[in-house]
């Protein structure tokens, strides 16, 4: 798939199309310009997936919740593929900081500072 410049594999995405949209390759090429292309889009995955979560607001529909979870996985295997354990438990632990953040207990950097500052460590 090519977007306006931006070359993505189909497998990354698929089936993942309808979160493709808006602001999301403007998210993707900021992660881009600290991380690899897998990183990168993990990042994107992952951002939104706390998005559609709506975590720390209104409870989100099941099909959001759903579609949420899909995103970190897909994240999870993007992650698996650069075979860094290090990279792989910095995203859980944002995404968990993330989540124990939302539940309450404790206040946690947005998701986008957690994983920009990860990802420019990791280089």
Known sequence: MTTA?????????????EVWQGDLKDTYRLYRRAA???????????????????????????????????????????????RDQGLQVGFARVVERTAASAAGGFK?????????ELLTRSR
Not at 9 to 16: I, M
Not at 51 to 79: H, M, T, V, W
Not at 108 to 116: D, M
């Open 5 to 17: 410049g931006l070359r993505l594999e189909e497998a990354d995405l698929s089936p993942l199309e």
């Open 108 to 116: 946690a950097p947005p998701v986008r500072q957690q994983l920009l």
């Open 36 to 82: 690899d292309h897998l990183a990168a889009l993990a990042a994107t995955l992952v951002e939104r997936a706390v998005d559609l979560q709506q975590l720390g607001g209104e409870p989100a529909r099941p099909p959001e919740l759903l579609l949420g979870d899909l995103c970190l996985a897909r994240a999870s295997r993007l992650l698996a593929e650069t």
